[in-house]
């Protein structure tokens, strides 16, 4: 009869009593290389052992220590060891000695005795230690030395041992019996062939054997479950390392034991002989798939440089690389057959990134990587029976390590298009769902957007269908994490949708999760009394579908929604008291038992709530909410968001069917804006209002209404929309979404013409329509009650706090040098108007300078931060106007008479000119010049302003953050100094 296998809970006292064993033992060098082992995975990856003899002192009392670098700066930062790691030098003793705490002291005086000085130690003892002790000791530490002690006793190294990803360990050192460790979730095969290979020990005599113990050696290399087989699958993989066997197959074990070592011990170091061997094996003349193989391992020793994985110096990385290149070129010249060249082309595109000494600019790696990768590409297109799954596998693991643009597009694009013809659309969809997994693990919403919608599109079919509702569900959230909440609602209404009108059993139970990803848009956006109603639907259908409904601990989405109207009654309460009846017949519609009901009204009522001030309520709700709690409430409804610098609001009056038309509008607006996130619009800082109306046209109209200081529109929306999708309609729409974000933006007609075109072809159409028409979702998610009138009829809570709409770092104003930017042509630019205005200026600048009125208001601007350019610029413009007026005997026409003010603002000031009267030089006039010399530095670096209204303050802002407009200058003479003023005026250009 067989065993039943072990229990964590059983495994735990034995490794303890193992533990025990090793002092009994005197095998204090074996506890040592456990301790070490052990803090690589749970404490820093970058330690290396101490020289010295065990217990000679030969090491300075260390038993390893780091370089530098912890796990902080690992894929694992956020795990609970990596809490342990920060910048410094951590060192690592251990001991058996029973007398811990007088050894743990002895210890810590001989690390700190000499050497580099540590900022943090690791002590693993055998013996257990109190708590208070263990206080004590790391009191001692941090008071005699500086440094941090973290001590790991008998029962901590234990419980770490039992863990899967360290169960290596355990069975390498103290010698577990199998049937104690946990079951597995490994497959039979794998089973099979560990107790063929590691218990039976038996032989391997062929290629076949090679295999398999390949494949157990890749299952503990990457699976926690097989991670204690990791050690003995090593030495089993090295029996192919013996002489005599075929060189490729001991390439082979050299490949596959680096790589286990690296990935699954987390160091090159015992395999660095193996690796070197093996590039320097490699030649022109070897297999395509194994100078592949060099790639990736050329690629693995960097990579464990970088993370502190290796020993590696750079200077023998760069020689690896540099053979590698020369290997793979000499083999490419060789004209290999088409399926060798695409293994060739593809190991020149994996080193690709890798920086090479002959790189002169910041961008060669990027560039040389879209240009290798899309070689690779174009040749395996015309090799139909070439795998793509492996190239789709790399683009999937890198694409977060390049930022979004068009060459990485084209490339993804090209190779899902492969894929889909290969192995069908569904299979694209999926390769493109991982990649958006991947974006948003990395915080990258954006580009995790642009996935999902062609996930979404690729699913939208048949038995499909549930990716495609799941897409739109990730869709929405990840509009939300933008702040942009109608986009957000209008793809989890579109899930809704598809959800209920799908006949399958695996949406249907979707419906409850698409509704509570409906009503989370609603607390998101300040509609605190909707979103209470909201959850009447939500809970209900959450009811239908979920299994044991009425168990909140197993549906975190119902926890979060009972937690969010907990929290709107609470704040209510405290600095909305009128809002209390409204959210009471919320919560009284909601499918529970009254009792249940009651308990939330009670939950509002209790801390933390319920101890704060009103002020601190408010200033938690401008953190966390960005948005008035109840913005539901009065006669007027709005809504607000920020991105790209610019403060969005669209707003109307508060009756169902024109707030349904404005959301329509928001929600393509706001999707619309995602879609150019990843190009530089050059915006120009400042707010748009949009107002909407309603009439009984078919097609949107749009107003602009002109003002200087933000951009205004009304909009007047069509009362009712096509019933089925409509082009004419929808290319309507989009027209005055493009129109209002053109009027934000300084690039020029045609550039941002070719910008819409390409997102146009990239399927923004059907990005801003999906599922069904924006206004018809939009309907289905707002809920009935309570009646738009109700809402309309109650006073907005007057609240002291003037909340403004959470930006999303992705969405934030571009800074930075704009596009055509360089210091050197600034100064250019800065040479030609000094010498234009002190030819212009050559006989009134002394007069002015002359004038103490006149000087002194020079003096006053250039001390508020106007640089002399600007003022002599502003000044030139003035003086020539007048001179110009004075000459034709009227004002100037903005047209008519620009010739003349061109030919006279570009030659010298001559005696025959009027001269100009020094009384009209008022601080109200100049003031306003400097402000109408905005537009010509516009044109001057290629900017346009669109709106008919220009906002001067804001296009400085941008002038300023991107082209260092009141910053850039150029040695010159003063030109506001004392003194000959002539001669001043004659020598102000360089």
Known sequence: MSKAPGKRTDLRPYIRFQLAQLSAQNAAHDFEHLAFDLARVRVASNLLPATGPVQSGGDQGRDFESYRTYLAKSPLANSSFA???????????????????????????????????????????????????????????????????????????????????TSWIADKYLDIPSDLWPTTSLDEHYTSSRDRWLTQNQTPENYADFIEIKRGLRAATFEDDAKRDLGRWIEAMRRFLAVGLPDRLIQKARYEISVAELRGRGSLDPAMALVETFLATASNDRPAAELLDAAVLTVYAWGSREHKQS???????????????????????????????????????LTAFLPRETDLAPKDGLNRFFDRWQATVDIVRETPLFPITHIADIFEATATLVEPNEQLRSLIS??????????????????????????????????????????????????????????????????????????????????????????????????????????????????????????????????????????????????????????????????????????????????????EQNTFRVMSDEPPWSSMTADEIEGKIATELGQHPFGDIGAERSMAWSSFGVLWTVRCVNDRDTWLAALELAAAVQIV???FADVDLLIIPSSVVIDVELNDGTAPICVQLPDNGKLGWKVTMPKATPDTPSQEYEAYLVGVVLMVLGQTTALSVPKLGELIEKRIERGLPARVFSVRPLRELMKLAQPDNPAFAELASVTRPALHTNFQPIEAAELCWRTGPGPGYSRSLAEKYLQNRYETTTRGLRLTLPRVIKDKSCRHLLLRLRAEGCLDWQILNAL?????????????????????????????????????????????????????????????????????????????DAMKRLLDERYQHSADDIPHPDPLARGNAAEVAGTICL
């Open 673 to 675: 804006q995602v879609e």
């Open 876 to 952: 030139l413009t003035i003086v020539v106007q007048w001179q110009v007026e004075t000459k034709l005997g009227r004002p100037i026409s903005p047209t008519g008479d620009s010739r003349a003010m061109m030919d006279r603002a570009f030659r010298e000031e001559r005696e025959d000119d009027p001269h100009f009267d020094l009384g009209l030089l008022t601080e109200q006039r100049i003031r306003m010049q400097l402000k109408l010399g905005i537009p010509a530095v516009f044109k001057t670096w290629g900017l346009v302003s669109h709106r008919p209204t220009p906002d001067f």
């Open 83 to 165: 809490a342990l790691a920060t910048e410094g030098i951590i060192a690592g003793a251990c001991t058996l000695d029973k007398k811990i705490v007088r050894k743990i002291k002895s210890d810590l005086r001989t690390i700190f005795a000499s050497g580099e000085r540590p900022t943090h130690i690791a002590y693993f003892c055998e013996p257990d230690l109190p708590v208070a002790k263990r206080h004590i000791l790391k009191k001692y530490c941090q008071d005699n030395h500086g440094a941090v002690l973290d001590i790991f006793d008998g029962q901590a190294i234990a419980d770490m041992l039992a863990d899967r990803d």
């Open 414 to 595: 090209q190779v899902d298009a492969l894929v889909a013809q290969r192995a069908g659309k569904g299979a694209a969809a999926d390769r493109a769902r991982r990649r958006a997994v991947n974006y948003l693990a990395a915080g990258r919403c954006m580009a995790a957007i642009d996935e999902l919608h062609h996930a979404k599109a690729d699913w939208f079919t048949g038995e499909a269908i549930e990716g495609s509702i799941l897409s739109m569900l990730l869709l929405s959230q990840s509009y939300e994490d933008l702040g942009l909440h109608m986009a957000a609602r209008y793809y989890a209404a579109g899930a809704l949708f598809t959800a209920l009108h799908v006949d399958n059993e695996r949406t249907s139970r979707l419906v409850g999760e698409a509704a509570f990803r409906v009503a989370d848009t609603f607390y998101v956006a300040g509609e605190g009394i909707t979103y209470v109603h909201s959850l009447s639907f939500a809970l209900a259908a959450h009811h239908g579908v979920a299994s044991n409904p009425h168990d909140w601990t197993k549906h975190p989405q119902v926890q979060r929604s009972f937690a969010h109207a907990v929290v709107l009654r609470a704040i209510a309460s405290h600095i909305a008291p009128r809002m209390i009846p409204l959210i009471d017949d919320g919560i009284a519609a909601w499918p529970l038992p009254k009792s």
């Open 311 to 349: 020993s590696a110096s750079p200077e023998k990385l760069a020689e690896w690389l540099k053979r590698n290149d020369e290997v793979l070129a000499d083999a490419l010249a060789a004209n290999p057959s088409r399926g060798d060249r695409c293994l060739l082309l593809e190991a020149q595109a």
